[in-house]
């Protein structure tokens, strides 16, 4: 079985300064998606950003790019000048990449606070 | 943009009374799963569902639960006699048939059950 594990429940972080959000997971299949979710105070899930195992270049949206190493399993988020609205719970998510009805697998999440 | 829409926003129930949680996914999507998240804990998936039929279901997807399509456009979710532990947020998503694909949630459902 697949596991995700996110081992900082909160972190935060001045405005426009960096922040890392660190994720590991364990899988025996080699080809996957690894996701971000962000989940604000609405609770909606909103997709951040997306990896596939199989590219080896990692993937970037605006201010979010991930950190992928598929050897060590780890797929860090880290988000450049953070804003205000950047606040919420992130949630690191893994898919099997399979031609089926695949489910996601979430880790616990890390709650982020912006500190204005 | 397409969006999933979940009703009702929040429901509130009495121990062992049915609920039915309702989900319209994204039109052209073929895949549709259930997850629950009890608050400030993790997202849980329960059920997965292609082609009128459930394509996997979690340990909590005991017999209580059940899911439908009944119409080709809503997606449900039945709790049959709720019970307190059940109170959760419950999220509805779509995807794709693409392998591609991504999923889409909705802004989930808020369960009270007192």
């Known amino acids: 079985a697949q596991t995700v594990t996110q081992s900082q429940p909160e972190m935060s972080v001045q405005e426009a300064e960096t922040v890392t959000l660190s994720c590991t997971y364990d899988?025996?299949?080699?080809?996957?998606?690894l996701f971000w979710y962000k989940q604000p105070p609405s609770r909606q899930m909103i997709l951040v950003i997306r990896?596939?195992?199989?590219?080896?270049q990692n993937a970037t949206e605006n201010r979010f790019s991930v950190n992928f190493q598929k050897a060590a399993k780890s797929f860090s988020l880290k988000i450049s000048d953070s804003q205000l609205g950047d606040a919420a719970m992130y949630f690191c998510?893994?898919?099997?990449?399979?031609?089926?009805?695949?489910?996601?697998?979430f880790g616990t999440g890390t709650r982020l606070t912006i500190i204005p | 943009e397409p969006e999933v829409t979940q009703t009702p926003s929040h429901q509130v129930t009495q121990m062992g009374q049915e609920v039915i949680l309702h989900c319209v996914p994204i039109s052209n999507h073929l895949y549709f799963y259930w997850y629950r998240q009890i608050l400030g804990q993790k997202v849980e998936f329960l059920v997965s569902?292609?082609?009128?039929?459930?394509?996997?279901k979690s340990e909590i997807f005991d017999d209580q639960f059940s899911v439908e399509r009944p119409d080709g456009s809503n997606f449900t979710l039945k709790i049959r006699s709720t019970k307190l532990e059940d109170s959760a947020m419950y999220f509805c998503a779509s995807r794709g048939t693409g392998v591609n694909t991504e999923a889409f949630f909705g802004q989930g459902t808020r369960l009270t059950v007192v």
């Open positions: 998510a893994y898919r099997r990449r399979h031609f089926g009805n695949e489910k996601l697998t």
């Open positions: 990896q596939e195992a199989y590219k080896q």
């Open positions: 899988t025996s299949e080699s080809d996957y998606y």
């Open positions: 569902f292609y082609n009128n039929e459930i394509s996997e």
